[in-house]
């Protein structure tokens, strides 16, 4: 029997890997222009690290993680999300010693979550991700906004919506849980089991439940906008002073408290109205107490992540422009035992000198050859028979136009690098 890939996982095939790669580019040079520079960390990490850095009430942790004890009898899980691992390195190699703050980012990230799989959000799928460590302005906050938002725009995104709310620190958290706990307290009852387990220790996480009805009993719940503190509130009204300057439209969105514990002050959504069911396309926001949280001193910190799959699925729904895939510059077509073996060298100095080629692998006749040539849309084709050797040149034919050339096989490399 034939084995599968398990459930919900894809596999990136050879012919659609170049949009991938262009998405990758543009990622890559916008994040140069911003001055942040790649992290990379393990896929794997300790089960601990994500029980403390996302937090034990939160969807992920209690339902999602893959977990496992390896060899050594270690509970080791696959990281479910990039913001703690990256952290765990930034504290680990003493990053909080160079100069502040420290900005990085983490492209074609494997995330791991065991849910049901939905448009563009699979069980591995993988992540872009953005933190800078150490800066607690809303500048820093305003500027991620616009990293995120340049990028979907050059990506050729429309309709988009930037939502941000600001759920406060764990000064003003503490007025508004009380103020959410007196309100769920006489509604708990009818609420689904998990916002029961999540009402003692953490009445904030309900806002985020998924259910219908429990979602209908928060429609009237209080918002931690109500609560903010004057520091927080001067940092989400600094930001949007931000945000109005560089022209960005935005909503503030109540809603939104985002799945993690470890968010403080501003979080934020992009929304695209184009992805079906569930529209995020990119979600982060501040999280000042998470260094802390994980051993290191406290240090303030903001980042977003933006699943790649989904922001695929959104450009090609949105019938957004991917270049043409890349293309073989010389195929060439040879028949005969001495007329193949130039062929086949020529190919390799071709390469040598930056030019693609390819030629036959599979002794296909003459028309074959063409055939295949024609399929690989390659820009030019060479034909080299006997009579050709013999002469020393070879018919050069430019396939868009169909015009010939005759040109000495001496010369083929000058010809195709000049
Ligand atoms: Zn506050
Ligand atoms: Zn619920």
């Avoid at 989400?236 to 109005?244: A, P, S, V, W």
């Avoid at 903001?302 to 043409?324: C, H, W, Y």
């Avoid at 390799?348 to 063409?370: C, I, P, T, Y």
């Amino acid at each position: 029997m034939q084995i599968q890939a398990p459930k919900g996982t894809k596999d990136v095939l050879p012919q659609d890997s170049y949009k991938w790669q262009y998405v990758e580019g543009k990622i890559r040079e916008l994040c140069r222009l911003y001055g942040i520079s790649e992290i990379r960390t393990p896929v794997i990490e300790h089960t601990e690290l994500f029980l403390r850095g996302v937090g034990d009430t939160t969807d992920i942790v209690q339902k999602e993680m893959y977990t496992f004890k390896d060899k050594g009898d270690r509970s080791i899980t696959l990281k479910p999300e990039g913001t703690a691992g990256v952290v765990r390195a930034f504290l680990e190699n003493r990053l909080f010693n160079e100069t502040m703050p420290q900005k990085m980012f983490y492209l074609n990230a494997p995330v791991f979550r065991y849910e049901k799989p939905q448009a563009g959000r699979l069980r591995e799928h993988h992540q872009f991700g953005v933190e800078i460590f150490g800066a607690a302005s809303y500048e820093t906050d305003a500027e991620l906004m616009l990293l995120a938002l340049n990028l979907l725009k050059e990506l050729g995104l429309e309709d988009l919506e930037l939502k941000i709310n600001s759920i406060g620190c764990e000064k003003c958290r503490k007025e508004y849980n009380k103020a959410l706990y007196d309100y769920l307290k006489g509604h708990i009852d009818s609420m689904c089991r998990t916002c029961q387990g999540r009402f003692e220790r953490n009445p904030m996480r309900i806002i985020d439940c998924k259910e219908e009805h429990c979602k209908e009993i928060c429609k009237g719940a209080p918002r931690t906008i109500d609560f903010l503190c004057d520091d927080c509130r001067a940092h989400f009204e600094g930001l949007k002073r931000c945000l109005d300057a560089c022209g960005v439209k935005y909503e503030v969105d109540t809603d939104i408290v985002r799945g993690l514990d470890y968010y403080t002050r501003t979080v934020f959504e992009i929304v695209s109205n184009n992805v079906g069911a569930q529209g995020t396309v990119c979600g982060g926001g501040r999280y000042n107490n998470l260094v802390e949280e994980l051993g290191g001193q406290p240090l303030p910190a903001v980042g977003f992540g933006l699943g790649l799959e989904r922001l695929l699925l959104v450009m090609e729904n949105t019938k957004a422009i991917f270049p043409d895939p890349p293309r073989i510059k010389v195929c060439f077509a040879a028949v005969g035992d001495e007329p193949k073996l130039r062929a086949f060298s020529l190919v390799q100095q071709l390469r040598e000198n930056g030019v693609s080629a390819e030629f036959d692998h599979m002794d296909r006749s003459m028309k074959a050859q063409f055939k295949y040539a024609n399929k690989l849309e390659a820009e030019y084709t060479v034909v080299i028979g006997e009579d050709e050797l013999r002469d020393g040149s070879a018919k050069v034919k430019n396939m868009a136009d169909g015009i010939e050339t005759m040109v000495m096989l001496d010369e083929i490399v000058d010809f195709f690098t000049e």
